[in-house]
Every structure is written in C-alpha cells, then in structure tokens.
C-alpha cells in the first residue's frame, strides 16, 4: 500500500506495453475513487484498449503496477482469476457466448466461478436482465438478438458476478447508430446507482453529461486530464482541443 | 434363378453371420469411444497446448494419418508378440484403428474449435474463469456442435474399417463371409451382397441418427454446418 491511495478503489501505476517494436502505453497512471465514472477518449490506436486489458490482466503490461483495494493485480503470486471475478469487462463485440440463451450468458460467471447453485444463479440473472431491460429475452439465443440487445447482456452478464467496477472497451463501437442509445441509457442508470466504471468511448455526449473525469490519451501517454467542463470548455493541451473539436464534429453531440 | 437360390442358401447362414456383424458393431464403439476420446485431446493439445505439447500432438497425428490401416494392425497385433507380449485380436484392432480414427477426428475437432471466435474465450477469462473451465463449458459445446457433420463422416469411415480386422484373425462379418467362401466358392456373391447390406444399414442408421443430434442440438438463429462466419 502506498501513501495517497488509502481510499482509492483502483490504483494504475506507470504502466507501459510493446508490441513489437511500437511502444503502445509509455507509463500511464491514474486512480479512481469508489463510485467513480472514468471515460477515456483519443485516437485510434493509442493504446486505450490495451491499457484496460492491462487492468485485469488479459493483456500483461511489460512494466508497472495495478492495485485493486490494496491488493496488487500485477503480482506474480496473486490468483489472477479471483482478481478478474471482481472486474467487470464489457468488449466491444458483446463476445456472447454462442451457445447459450441470454440467461445462461448471464448465469455462467455466477455457477462456474462464485460456484453458486443453479436456481440461485439464475434467479440472479433473471435480475440482473430485468435491470438492463431484457427480461422478456432470456431465453433468447445470441444470434437471435440484436446489437444492442447482446450488449446489454453482456453488461447484465458482468453485473451478474457483482463486480467492484466495469470496465467498458468502446461498448457502442459495433453497433448501428439507433442502436447506441439503448446501450447508453443502460450505462447511464449504471453511473447514477453508484457503479465504478471506465469507459472507453468515442461517445462525447456520454462522456460530458456522465464522467465524473474524463482522460486524453495519445500515442500512450496521458496528454490531459480532467472533469468533463473543463476539458471542453477550456482544454490547457492544444492537442485535446483539436480531438475534441474533430470528434464532435465526427460523431456529434449526442445524449446531451 | 440360380442366383436366389444360392441366396436362399446364405439365408443357413444369416443368423452366424449377424453374430459375426455384432463383434463389428463392438469394434466400431470401441473405434470411435478411443478415436472421440484422444482425439478431442490431441485437438486441444494442439490449439492451448503451447509449443512441446502441441508439436507432440501434431505429431501423433502425422503419425496414425500416414501409415496405412493394415500396416498399423499388423504392428499393433503381431508386433507385440517379438517382446512375449500376446495381444488378443480385438485390442489390437481396437488400439491400431481407434488411434487412427482419433488422429482424424483431432482434426475435425481442432478446426470447430478454430472456428469459435476467439473473443468468447477472453470473455470467459474475464470472468475469471480457468482455461480448463472456459474449455469446458465455452468451447467443447461450441465445438462438440460444429463438428457433427465432420464427424458423421468419420463414423462412415470407420464403420467400414471394422472389416479390416478380419486380417488379424477378429471373427468379425468379413471373416465369416471369407469362410463361407472357402467352403463353398460358388456362393461368394450372394454372401458379400449380404455384408454390404448390412454395410448400407450400419451406415445409413448412424447417419440418420447423428442427424437427429444435429437437430436437437442446433443453436436456434444460427446456422450451423460450419458457418461461423454467421456468429459475427
């Protein structure tokens, strides 16, 4: 435990990647509090994706550190596998499982890791798909729902496990454009009950009206940080003015 | 004329030879049981078991793929025998020609579980689930499914393989019917249209069969042979 993070609920701590010989995060750090809704924004390809999968460990940062309540994910000797029941992980393609109805997705996590029984497990699920709106498609399969639809299971799915804080890889990235709503509003009510989460977003209306801080990456490096007015209305980076005024314009400001 | 008699005349014979065809059908269960079983580790092996695990996989594979069935059963029969080692027929055919059905079968399996889009897998660690248990409740069910049109045609394949045992002695339908030829050359035809009969049913009710399990298990709003490209 280091000084400053006694009431931090996440601690990211100089984290760095390569793939190759392109040094994709060069010592990104930052915390967040318990309740907390975090968005990064920047260009493609900056590395925000691989820096949330080094969070949890689905990608292994070469160098830095993560704490998760004082607990060091980064650690050789931790179980890797209790670490990731804690956090949540929304992809952007859903990455449903195929074989299974909306309610088994969401009951799996539950039985097969927590080892909960099964009418326990998906009278839970049935919960957590009422909560994102699905309760009539539980016994919907996958492929014979929508994209919004499968996103949102996803998230009942990584609700389902009680996590400490969700994380989001571009959840509205693959999907239609009438279809980013449905999944937004989901994730609104989410940042309104209390849930911790980081987003990765493109979603500039979300990011203003939800993010208690919003983070510029470029080229693996944090460039700015900051609460959301102050980062739109006065960006101290020339860098962050640009993305924002050219993102706005790309995607408009929707969810105001 | 002559030939329905000489029909009628295998027609003693029948009732020897379904029992013969029984030790056919054994042969065929142990086949696929061995080849199922090895084959769906060997397929693992292959795609999760990094690089010394997979290389011993691929090799057993090329291995039991390149040497000819009737090679493999004299090896596995009559090879123990140089170290006092006695092999009775049907373990030797059961060994040669179920680790060769499990080295075609490894296939199959290795290509459905390639065809699972790899992201269901990182969702599953997410979870935090083991490999072992993403493997098993993610990917083998995947798998299992898409691999069933693969597989029936391995069944037609090995269930006509089971006759190749009558070359180490097993006193399977093939063997039967090559005595009665033997004893009484003029009724060859008529007893081989018997086997291939039973042939024609053996293959045409494991099909239908491995039909009815496509069916029941088929993912509703997907379509299934092999289309993958449909789960995205």
């Known amino acids: 435990m280091r000084e400053g993070t006694m009431d931090a609920l996440l601690v990211v701590e100089d984290i760095h990647k390569r793939y190759g010989k392109e040094e994709v995060l060069k010592g990104v750090s930052f915390q967040l509090r318990k309740g907390e809704t975090k968005v990064i924004i920047g260009p493609s390809g900056t590395g925000k994706s691989t820096l ?19 607990v060091e994910v980064t650690s050789r000797k931790v179980d890797i596998n209790r670490i990731r029941a804690q956090i ?10 195929t074989h299974l109805t909306a309610l088994g997705n969401v009951r799996l996590g539950p039985m097969r890791v927590l080892g909960m029984r099964k009418e326990e497990a998906t009278k839970l699920a049935q919960e957590e798909l009422a909560r994102v709106g699905l309760a009539d498609k539980a016994d919907a399969f996958p492929a014979q729902l929508s994209g919004g639809q499968q996103q949102r299971v996803s998230i009942a ?50 990011a203003r009206s939800v993010a208690d801080e919003i983070i510029f990456m470029e080229k693996g490096v944090i460039v700015e940080q900051g609460p959301p007015a102050q980062l739109f209305s006065a960006p101290k980076h020339p860098r962050t003015a640009e993305f924002l005024s050219k993102i706005t314009e790309l995607y408009g400001g929707t969810e105001e | 004329m002559e030939f329905f008699l000489k029909l009628g005349q295998v027609g003693h014979h029948l009732p020897m030879l379904m029992r013969a065809s029984l030790v056919n059908l054994e042969l065929l269960g142990a086949l696929l049981v061995i080849g199922f079983l090895i084959g769906t580790l060997v397929a693992l092996l292959q795609v999760y078991g990094g690089r010394v695990l997979s290389t011993v996989a691929f090799v057993y594979e090329w291995i039991f793929r390149s040497i000819p069935a009737l090679v493999l059963l004299f090896l596995f029969y009559y090879g ?79 269930v006509k393989d089971t006759t190749l045992a009558y070359a180490v002695t097993l006193n399977e339908i093939m063997r039967y019917a090559k005595t009665i030829m033997d ?17 024609l049913v053996f293959t045409y009710s494991g099909n239908a069969l491995l ?22």
Not at chain 1, 52 to 70: F, K
Request: glycine letters at 8%; proline letters at 5%.
């Open chain 1, 52 to 70: 949330l999968r080094c969070i949890n460990r689905l990608t292994e940062p070469d160098r830095g550190r993560v704490w998760l309540e004082g």
């Open chain 1, 88 to 97: 949540g992980f929304v992809f952007q393609d859903f990455n449903l499982f």
């Open chain 1, 157 to 206: 799915r990584a609700l389902a496990m009680n996590p400490k804080l969700i994380l989001f890889d571009e959840p509205t990235s693959a999907l239609d454009p009438e279809l980013i709503g449905e999944v937004l509003e989901v994730m609104i009510q989410l940042a309104k009950d209390g849930m911790t989460m980081i987003v990765v977003t493109h979603e500039m209306g979300f």
């Open chain 2, 80 to 158: 123990p025998s140089h170290f006092g080692i006695d092999v009775q027929a049907f373990l030797a055919a059961s060994l040669a020609l179920g680790f060769r059905s499990s080295a075609y079968q490894s296939q199959i399996f290795r290509g459905a579980i390639q065809a699972i889009p790899s992201g269901q897998m990182v969702a599953a660690r997410a979870l935090g689930m083991s490999r072992l248990s993403a493997i098993r409740h993610v990917i083998l069910p995947q798998a299992f499914r898409l691999a069933i049109p693969g597989w029936s045609n391995e069944y037609s394949s090995v």
């Open chain 2, 183 to 199: 004893r009484q050359y003029d009724l060859a035809m008529a007893t081989f249209i018997v086997v291939a009969l039973v042939f």
């Open chain 2, 211 to 232: 039909g009815l399990v496509e069916r029941r298990f088929r993912i509703p709003g997907l379509q299934m042979p092999g289309a993958t490209g449909a789960i995205l």
